[in-house]
């Protein structure tokens, strides 16, 4: 019998989605409400520093919408059928958009921020949307390039925030690869997260080739995914873009 420990905070929150999976399929698991005291001292164990996590015989899955998704393949709520899966794959992932947009009104509502709901919405909401979006569209207009950035600002965009990210985000995934043991990012092989990792790299790469260079095992995976038989016809073939 499979054993299933959901670590996540006292809250319903994130993990609520695998709890309520896991409660409607009558599935014993260990339901860990972390206080936030422990927090610090546990989030080095999780692959990614964040909760939830679900451990499935001892070995762990972070993020809640892999952990809902697995959960549901598992126990019958995943669809009929892959088409009505990637409906309800849709319909969540516009709820995540809709809960995010929406999460600092949430947050004064449910007492984890300081205001009033209705001040909020009427006094810093409303008039912040109305002041700043024309004053970013005047910017957009001015930089004359489609984006926000001049070309003049690339070099403080590269070191201050690309230039971060990348050091400390490659490391993680080059972790990941070397880990699944498959040459690929699923121990069982090629899945469609290879495919979107490659192509971002591939961009990546368009704009910091000498940065990206650094990291051996991504660059290899990239050239292993597009020497898959089909991807490789593919690529000979499509238009050349830069992203």
């Known amino acids: ?20 999976i896991l409660h409607y399929a009558n599935v014993t698991f260990e339901d860990v409400r972390m206080a936030q005291d422990d927090w610090p001292n546990y989030k080095n164990k999780t692959p ?8 499935v015989d001892g070995k762990p899955l972070a993020q809640s919408f892999a952990i809902a998704r ?13 088409w009505e899966s990637a409906q309800i794959d849709s319909i969540a992932d516009f709820m995540k958009d809709l809960a995010n947009e929406c999460r600092p009104y949430f947050g004064v509502v449910s007492g984890r921020m300081e205001g009033d709901k209705d001040k909020l919405y009427n006094e810093v909401f409303k008039p912040c949307i109305e002041k700043n979006m024309p004053i970013l569209e005047k910017l957009l207009k001015e930089s004359g390039s489609g984006f926000f950035a001049k070309s003049g600002d690339k070099d ?23 880990e699944s043991g498959s040459g690929f990012f699923a ?34 995976h990239k050239e292993r995914v597009y020497s898959l038989p089909q991807i490789k016809t593919y690529i000979a073939s499509r238009p050349k873009t830069p992203f």
């Open 1 to 20: 019998m499979v054993q299933y420990k959901l670590t996540y905070f006292p809250v319903r929150g994130l993990g609520e989605i695998a709890r309520l």
């Open 48 to 55: 990614f520093g964040q909760l939830p996590v679900l451990e």
């Open 70 to 82: 697995f959960l549901a393949r598992k126990h019958g709520l995943a669809g009929k059928d892959d």
């Open 156 to 178: 403080k965009l590269y070191n201050e925030v690309f230039k971060p990210c990348i050091e400390k985000n490659m490391p993680i995934l080059e972790k990941l690869l070397k």
């Open 187 to 220: 121990k069982s092989g090629v899945s469609w997260v290879d495919f979107f990792i490659a192509n971002s790299f591939e961009t990546m790469e368009g704009f910091a080739a000498d940065l990206l260079g650094n990291y051996k095992e991504l660059l290899a």
